[in-house]
């Protein structure tokens, strides 16, 4: 059976035209009638940045999802990557305390964690994610942008904020490589992908180029939906002109399940031109089975370093707070020898501070 994606046009976020278009993707989709009693609203909150900066979900698209979703219980909630600021502020400055107020849905903390336990390539592993998923339905409200680690986030990479606090960088240094982290989050994405009710990714206004903190800021104009993760991420790597095989963990899955079957229903969907994804030539490459070796050979010079703009920086230490090996020092110095490359540093900083240096190499191939 094939997995159903549901595409509507949605050109900006205006409540009037969000509704709409989300009211369109709903009758589309016949959720409504099949809403679990109890729902968690899983939003992008991976930092706490104004929803003009199209780091986050926007409040408006999540605004209406909580409102047309008839559930008995609902909840909203996501744990961002830098644990130690209140998360108030976040939910501030994403714009989620006022849909809070405006709905009467409760913003929740993840602070207790149930452990979940699953295989990564022959290995158990166990991470703590929220209690919530103990009663709670996910219904995932992901953005789509670009990824320094994974090429792409949509719905699958947005399931990871489920892991609670500082566990998601410690997993980082667990996995190191991007291959190793995509292997990581396709075992994760299979043991959780029950709980997820439905995915609706906010690609109305998408971030290409250095995601998914700082990057630029590209028109896309569609909501994509359904209940199938892997197949939405699908239909969102067209969106953005590349083939599912060009993003690690859809490659991956690829090889370890197949890929669904998909069939779209609703809008036409038009393919963005020259929607800007860096590493994607370096994973094309990587593909081939006759270049493979030389080029796992060179990886090791694939690297990709943070570096800290002196007259940008603001001297919050969220970068700090956030290294998962203590590569940061007090005085904002990095210790290279120790950083794995995880780039998490630059996804949380709220500045735009830190940029990514590639090596020579890297910048051949991307
Ligand atoms: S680089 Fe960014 S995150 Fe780090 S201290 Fe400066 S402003 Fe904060
Ligand atoms: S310095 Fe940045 S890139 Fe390096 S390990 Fe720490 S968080 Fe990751």
């Given amino acids: 059976m094939k997995s159903k994606v549901f595409i509507v046009r949605c050109i900006s976020y205006e409540q009037g035209v969000v509704e709409e278009a989300t009211q369109k993707l709903f009758d589309l989709s016949n959720i409504k009638s099949v809403c679990p009693e109890y729902l968690l609203f899983k939003p992008n909150m991976l ?3 104004h929803p003009e900066e199209g780091v986050t979900t926007h409040p408006a698209l ?5 409102r047309l979703c008839n559930s008995q219980k609902k909840i909203i909630g996501d744990s961002p ?3 130690n600021k209140p998360i108030e502020l976040y939910w501030d400055k994403c714009g989620y ?3 809070s107020k405006a709905t009467g849905i409760p913003l929740v903390k993840f602070t207790n964690s149930t452990m979940l336990k699953f295989q990564v390539a022959g290995q158990t592993t166990e991470v703590p994610v929220t209690e919530f998923i103990q009663n709670f339905k996910v219904f995932n409200v992901a953005k789509l942008k670009t990824h320094g680690l994974t090429i792409m986030t949509a719905g699958l990479k947005n399931l990871y904020g489920l892991i609670t606090g500082f ?3 410690i997993l980082h240094s667990k996995f190191i490589s991007p291959y190793d982290f995509s292997n990581f989050l396709v075992s994760y994405y299979a043991a959780i992908k029950n709980l997820v009710f439905f995915n609706l990714v906010d690609a109305v206004v998408s971030m290409e180029g250095d995601g998914p903190a700082a990057g630029q800021l590209k028109h896309t104009g569609y909501l994509i939906g359904g209940s199938d993760t892997v197949a939405v991420d699908m239909v969102c790597s067209k969106l953005i002109g590349i083939k599912p095989e060009d993003i690690p963990y859809l490659k991956i899955y690829k090889d370890l399940y197949g890929l669904p079957a998909v069939e779209i229903i609703g809008d036409t969907l038009t393919p963005v031109k020259k929607f800007l994804v860096p590493g994607i030539k370096r994973n094309r490459l990587l593909s081939s089975r006759f270049l493979k070796p030389f080029l796992l050979f060179l990886a090791r010079y694939f690297k990709a370093i943070p570096i800290i703009d002196p007259s940008k920086c603001r001297h919050c230490y969220a970068c ?3 290294c998962p090996v203590n590569a940061i020092s007090k005085n904002l110095k990095f210790n290279r020898k120790k950083c794995i490359n995880c780039l998490c540093c630059f996804e949380v900083c709220p500045h735009k501070a830190i940029r990514v240096k590639k090596s020579f190499i890297a910048r051949l191939f991307t």
Avoid: F
């Fill in 47 to 49: 930092s706490a940045r």
């Fill in 62 to 66: 999540l605004e209406t999802i909580v």
């Fill in 81 to 83: 990557a830098n644990i």
């Fill in 97 to 99: 305390a006022n849909v």
């Fill in 167 to 169: 566990n998601k960088s």
């Fill in 320 to 322: 700090k707070e956030v």
